[in-house]
T-cell receptor
Framework: GAVVSQHPSRVICKSGTSVKIECRSL??????MFWYRQFPKQSLMLMAT?????????EQGVEKDKFLINHASLTLSTLTVTSAHPEDSSFYIC????????????FGPGTRLLVL | GENVEQHPSTLSVQEGDSAVIKCTYS??????FPWYKQELGKRPQLIID?????GEKKDQRIAVTLNKTAKHFSLHITETQPEDSAVYFC???????FGSGTRLQVQP
C-alpha cells in the first residue's frame, strides 16, 4: 500500500516556541492531505483539510493562525504549531489521499508533541 | 457537520468468539465507510471499507455490513485472536469523521 511519512516522530519544546511537522507521501501524489489531533484514549479529531496549492480548510474551533498548514507540493504538507502551549501537547497525525473523494486515506505514523 | 456514533466503547471477548462493533452516521449523503485498527501509539490502519452501493463486504475473518436506510454500519470479526486486541474506529464521509473508538480486548 501507499506510504506516508511524518517527521519528527516526537518533539519536546518549550512553551511559546513554534514547532513544524512534515507529512510526506512517498510513493504517490496526494492531492489532499488531512491533519488530525488525537488526545490520549480519544478519537482522531480532524483539524484541517488541505489541497495542494490552495489554502487549508479548518474545522470549527481550530485556530488557523495557531495551526499553520502549507501544502506546497503534491507530496508534502506541513503543520506549524505556533506559540505552543502545554495544552497543545497531543498526537498529531496526517493522512493523504490520492484521488477523488472516497479514495483510501493513508495515515502517517504520527508526531507526539510535548510542550513543557 | 457529520456525526458518527460508535458502540460499544469497550468490548472484551474470549479467543475464538466473534466481536461486533456498530456505528451510526447522520449525513445521508455519506457514501464511504472505512474501519481502522489502531494499536497503542501507532497510526490507524485501514482494515476494511465499504461503499454505499453494496450492503456487505467480507475479507477473511473481517466483514462489514451497511444499512443505508437506517444509516448504520457494523464491523464483524470472527474467530478472534489475541492480536486482534486494539482500538477500532469507524469513519464516515470524505474527510473521515471518526467514531469515538472501541477498545477490543481478546482474552486468550
Amino acid at each position: 500500500g501507499a506510504v506516508v511519512s511524518q517527521h519528527p516522530s516526537r518533539v519536546i519544546c518549550k512553551s511559546g516556541t513554534s514547532v513544524k511537522i512534515e507529512c510526506r507521501s512517498l510513493d504517490f501524489q496526494a492531492t489532499t492531505m488531512f491533519w488530525y489531533r488525537q488526545f490520549p484514549k480519544q478519537s482522531l479529531m480532524l483539524m484541517a483539510t488541505s489541497n495542494e496549492g490552495s489554502k487549508a480548510t479548518y474545522e470549527q474551533g481550530v485556530e488557523k493562525d495557531k495551526f499553520l498548514i502549507n501544502h506546497a507540493s503534491l507530496t508534502l504538507s506541513t503543520l506549524t504549531v505556533t506559540s505552543a502551549h502545554p495544552e497543545d501537547s497531543s498526537f498529531y497525525i496526517c493522512s493523504a489521499r490520492a484521488g477523488t473523494p472516497g479514495e483510501t486515506q493513508y495515515f502517517g505514523p504520527g508526531t507526539r508533541l510535548l510542550v513543557l | 457537520g457529520e456525526n458518527v456514533e460508535q458502540h460499544p466503547s469497550t468490548l472484551s471477548v474470549q479467543e475464538g468468539d466473534s466481536a461486533v462493533i456498530k456505528c451510526t452516521y447522520s449525513d445521508s449523503a455519506s457514501n464511504y465507510f472505512p474501519w481502522y485498527k489502531q494499536e497503542l501509539g501507532k497510526r490507524p490502519q485501514l482494515i476494511i471499507d465499504i461503499r454505499s452501493n453494496v450492503g456487505e463486504k467480507k475479507d477473511q475473518r473481517i466483514a462489514v455490513t451497511l444499512n443505508k436506510t437506517a444509516k448504520h454500519f457494523s464491523l464483524h470479526i470472527t474467530e478472534t485472536q489475541p492480536e486482534d486486541s486494539a482500538v477500532y474506529f469507524c469513519a464516515s464521509r470524505r474527510a473521515l469523521t471518526f467514531g469515538s473508538g472501541t477498545r477490543l480486548q481478546v482474552q486468550p
